[in-house]
């Protein structure tokens, strides 16, 4: 299983991203797939993932109304879309896949991508 994160770059503040990973070689739904990220000196923080119980998606207090998980089975794809961006959402992007427990926390996934330089530039 592999997950091929991309579309991370620099941006000034207030614009706009959209992040995509691509996996392969796998059997799971993309509803079982989510993003996280990192900043230097932090530890990994969720970002967005979908309800396992209704597929609804939900996100971190941080990105809430400023960004959209959406899902593409047919090309096995999941895009965050991220608007209005910050300095502080200067990290590095990474998605994973899935999770056997709490979707907040990093650990309970046991795939992960690579990761995508976002860099938000004041």
């Known amino acids: 299983v592999q997950l091929q994160a991309s579309g991370g770059g620099l941006v000034q503040v207030g614009g706009s991203l959209t992040l995509r990973c691509v996996a392969s070689?796998?059997?799971?739904?993309?509803?079982?797939m989510g993003w996280f990220r990192q900043a230097p000196t932090k530890e990994r923080e969720f970002v967005a993932a979908?309800?396992?119980?209704?597929?609804?998606?939900f996100y971190s207090d941080s990105l809430q109304g400023r960004s959209a998980i959406s899902r593409d089975d047919a090309k096995n794809t999941v895009y965050l879309q991220m608007n209005s961006l910050k300095t502080e959402d200067t990290a590095v992007y990474y998605c994973?896949?899935?999770?056997?427990?709490?979707?907040?926390?990093?650990?309970?996934?046991?795939?992960w991508g690579q990761g995508t330089q976002v860099t938000v530039s004041s």
């Open positions: 979908f309800s396992r119980r209704d597929g609804r998606a």
């Open positions: 994973a896949a899935r999770p056997t427990g709490n979707l907040y926390y990093a650990g309970a996934y046991d795939t």
């Open positions: 070689g796998h059997t799971f739904s993309t509803s079982q």
